[in-house]
């Protein structure tokens, strides 16, 4: 396991966003078991999200 430290950076998201995010989460959700969701979403859906999340 690696000893050194890496840092994380996180920003506010923005509601151009979507796009991008509802990509790595599908992708997510299709290849891995990091998430239980299975179901795809839609940028429009993402959007909705993440406005109802300030």
Not at 6 to 25: F, I, N, Y
Not at 26 to 43: G, I, K, M, Q
Request: net charge negative.
């Amino acid at each position: 396991m690696p000893s050194g430290r890496s840092e994380v950076q996180v920003r506010p998201g923005v509601e151009a966003g979507p796009e991008a995010l509802t990509d790595l989460w599908n992708r997510s959700a299709r290849e891995t078991a990091v998430t239980f969701d299975a179901v795809a979403h839609l940028p429009e859906e993402r959007r909705r999200w993440l406005l109802s999340h300030p």
